[in-house]
């Protein structure tokens, strides 16, 4: 296959730049070495889109976040995924104010609107979970909340209705240059672009030494999260954050977009990049830390946990290069890359304009539209859906009430695995963590993909529940 564009990796900067190339007169493609987009960092994190203040202004991940924060409201509303403008507070315990001024100036030279301090009076109204001790907060009223999981989804799904070809299961192993086009090898196949683009994430290090370039080396910081039950809601209107640190934001209460409350995420430098474990000295850790913002806060609250891992470099800063003629390498993605990555799509498309010519699609498709969340709708929406499609009344998930219908189009829109499912339709994500509901499930997926039970897997090859 011989494309314009070849992208390696599927999170949230490949596959935005996917989305934002589908915008152009090219053939384009991606390669995912896991069974379905957004297995990798960008599953698991804490899903804020960042205002973007926390880091120096002079820095350009910092730049491509204050953009993709403006970037996401407009993208979110044409490809139909949440986007919770709820805001954010870092707060302030007494003899930290000074601290906070400093945040706000480096906000202003970004030119962050609606930056205030606000005093004790304030937050004992509108936070009255937050912590007696707090004496004051930078108010930033342009953070927000997304799921990750099913913002990727959504940016493949167009990318895809306009001509891109999403390959997963495609491990890249090999790479080289050959009368000046990118020829490159993976588990399935070789493909040849005039132009690559590595967005490996953990892995971005490794593919540029495929490619003979050498770049910062990538140290993952594992950071674990904690996920607190439904029944507590939201504990605070607004993200909280703690004075940030010199690694690390701190430990967080994120009200969700799902309407629960996350707490984390730890900071810790590690050496293996498959390490996703959770430990009890984190969890300790992060209810420690945690409770200093939110007292009420219970052990017993805590329903899941999860590991996610930062590919920082010693820069850090995002290195987004043309390092070589057609290979651009985007290194140590961390955070704020959630936040960057429609920004992020904008620049790798600016860069490299002097050379490639970007002729808008005619019939380009700019909308998308989501699954219908049967949970959220009123008794007469329901009724509508049933008598248009009976499938919409049989319940597969009791605890997020999940509808066979809305199974059935996770698969038709490419899901393939339980987890996959579960990110686009929240089956499993409730209390009883799938015990009710997956069978039902693979039910579904044996009929729709016609494979035997012991081809469904929750993640991909070696993660199958039946063995024969
Ligand atoms: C705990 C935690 C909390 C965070 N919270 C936030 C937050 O709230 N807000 C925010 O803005 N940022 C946050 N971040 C950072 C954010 O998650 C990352 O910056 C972002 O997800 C990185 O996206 P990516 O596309 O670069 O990498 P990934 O999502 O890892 O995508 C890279 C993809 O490349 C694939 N790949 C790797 N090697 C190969 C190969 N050889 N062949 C083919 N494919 C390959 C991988 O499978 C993967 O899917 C957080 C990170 C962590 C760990």
Redesign the pocket.
Known sequence: MTLDFLI?????????IAHELAKYDLTVAL????AE??????????????TGFQSDYRQLKTRL?VR?NELYRQVAKLLDFPFVPLGELVVAFPGERQALEQIRENGEKLRIPGLEIVNRDWLHDQEPNLSSEVECALLGPTAA?IN?YET?PALAENAMANGVRILCE????SIRNENKRWQVT??KGTYRATVVIN??????D??AR?GGMDVPAIT??????YLLDKHRGRLTGRVIFPLPQKTT?GT?I?PTADGNTMI????EEIHDREDFSTSRKGKEAVLASARRLIPSLRDEDIIASF?????TTTEGDFHIREDLEGFVN?VG?????????PA?AEYVVKMLSDRVTFEPKRDYVAKRTAIPRFRELSHGERNELIREDPEYGEVVCRCELVTKREVKEAIRRGARTLDGIKFRTRCQMGRCHGSFCTMKIMTIMAQELGIPYEAVTKRGKGSELVKT
């Open positions: 390696i990796g599927g999170g949230i900067a490949g596959t935005s390669l995912e070495k896991e987009l957004s297995f990798g960092v960008s599953k698991a994190n804490s899903g804020i889109v960042h976040a993709g909340v990750p990727i495609n491990e890249v192993t993976t588990s967005a490996a994430g953990l892995y971005a490794q593919i495929m993952p910081w594992k950071g674990e999260e934001k967080l994120i984390g995420p730890t900071a590991a996610g891992l930062r590919p985007l993605i961390q955070s704020p890359g959630l936040t960057a990555g992020i």
